[in-house]
């Protein structure tokens, strides 16, 4: 009987710790949620400064929600959630910084004019263009008409080529296209919210998507690796002769290293055109919607623990 009694020993010591343990974390978040009632005016009952806010969001996400739904009478693990996202909001809100400098923009109703135009007589140069749009009282430069076709991925004539459709090129190169994008996720560190870019790409035939790359800090080296990685002989862009990517600066190294050391073709989209690479738009808008934006993420690694299971699944 003593030597199973001490045998148990080691086991009612654990069960020990872990107890202490979990009661710790209910202390300190019972203690956080005292703080902020301490530093709220008794005659008047607010929500939560940001600081306060953002010291309870961290303590609630060490207990779990489960154990803040058990302990919490003040404030609910939603409303704890609800305000993660208003401080990422706010920390991409520059509204009230912004300030227009330079020519007025150009009216929307002549933009819209200008790429009908365009629709309707391909053949038409800027000048022509800019012709037929004093006719209808808009006044502008063929310089713009220029600008404006190139902002909307239209080349001018006599530049603009005769090419396939979209749906041609889609149709005749499926087996082996790749789509890549990106996507900014807000994660709570040491430092306070750090934005993490996510580099994904997928394989439009199999929709087979590939997490490519995390990182705070996007820059050509990290780019490049990148895509050094992905082209490998064992990289997800294998099989591929294609990969439609959009205009955005963050994919410049991407572009250039397929174009200089692999056969891969970069293909551009054109502006404002996401229905052109849709699967991808897809997947891309049900990943923030379905798991990152319904998570509070605190470090790298729940971030790639995110990921992983989201794409797993």
Known sequence: MNFLIGHQYPLVYALAGWLNHEQQRVVEYLQEVNRELRETPVKRRTLPIDDQRRRLAVKGKVCGRKLVEEIE???????????????????????SKEQ???????????????????????TWGADRIQGALANVGFHITDTMVRKILKVNGIEPVPDRPASMSWQTFLKANWEAIFGVDFTMVEVWT????????????????TRRVDIAGITANPNSLWMTQVARDLSGDDGFLERASHL????????????????????????????KRPNMNAY??????????????????????SLERALRDYVAH
């Open 190 to 205: 040491k430092t306070g919210l750090t934005t993490f870019y996510v580099m994904v790409v997928m394989e439009m035939k």
């Open 280 to 301: 991808f738009e897809r997947f891309m808008r049900s990943l923030k919607s379905e798991c990152l934006d319904k998570m509070i993420l605190f470090g790298r690694h």
């Open 244 to 271: 439609i990517l959009d205009r955005d600066t963050f994919f410049q190294p991407l572009r250039s290293f397929l174009k200089d050391q692999t056969d891969i073709q970069p293909v551009l989209l054109p502006p």
């Open 73 to 95: 009478t003040v404030f609910t693990p939603d409303t704890i959630l609800r305000w993660h996202r208003e401080l990422i909001a706010r920390k991409w809100d520059f509204s």
């Open 100 to 122: 227009r400098v330079g020519r007025p923009r150009i009216r929307q109703e002549i933009v819209e004019h200008i790429l009908r135009i365009v629709k309707e007589n391909p």
